[in-house]
């Protein structure tokens, strides 16, 4: 193509389809390199860039083909992060959903991570050593354990334990 010379209305779609595909995928790519993501968030990601749904869809399933996207692996880490920092399975539950990865995906991950624990075992673990005393601090302690995903049953016999477990206090 010379200098000067003009292209026809097909011709340019095709060159800037190519490009919105290029871009796409250039995009989805440097996104994943920041943060690993689901395939969820990329597809949000790439609707606020208003980026049409089947070029969307082909950069996910590019990168996705290349390793760098996948969501089993990020919901497995993910449930194993929120165990190990003391989370209790709900809290990990809304976590995995928050991120896009529900339904079986999540389930999976959260049996992985949760599945042979004792739940009020790792609320316990989750308590430390918070002051359980008094009736103000058993209190404070069971909704320190509820906001931290734990049912109320695991967090009242945290709580319980704790408290058989610390010393009285000198009156």
């Known amino acids: 193509m010379a200098d000067g010379d003009e292209i026809d209305d097909a011709r340019r779609a095709a060159v800037e389809e190519a490009l919105g595909r290029i871009r796409a995928r250039l995009f989805v790519v440097r996104s994943l390199a920041a943060k690993m993501q689901s395939t969820a968030e990329m597809e949000k990601k790439l609707a606020a860039r208003d980026v049409s749904p089947a070029l969307a869809r082909e950069a996910i399933e590019r990168v996705t083909g290349y390793g760098y996207l996948d969501d089993e692996s990020l919901a497995g880490q993910l449930a194993r992060g929120m165990q190990s920092r003391g989370y209790g399975r709900r809290r990990a539950e ?22 042979g624990r ?54």
Not at 94 to 108: P, T
Not at 127 to 134: F, H, N, P
Not at 138 to 158: D, M
């Open 118 to 171: 004792d739940e009020v075992a790792l609320a316990r673990a989750a308590l430390g050593r918070r002051a359980v005393a008094d009736d103000a601090d058993r209190r404070r302690a069971i909704a320190f354990l509820a906001r931290r995903g734990f049912s109320a049953r695991a967090a009242w016999k945290a709580v319980q334990e704790a408290a058989k477990d610390s010393p009285p206090e000198p009156v």
């Open 94 to 115: 809304q976590k995995l959903r928050s991120r896009g990865l529900s339904g079986a995906l999540a389930d999976a991950a959260l049996d992985e991570a949760y599945g």
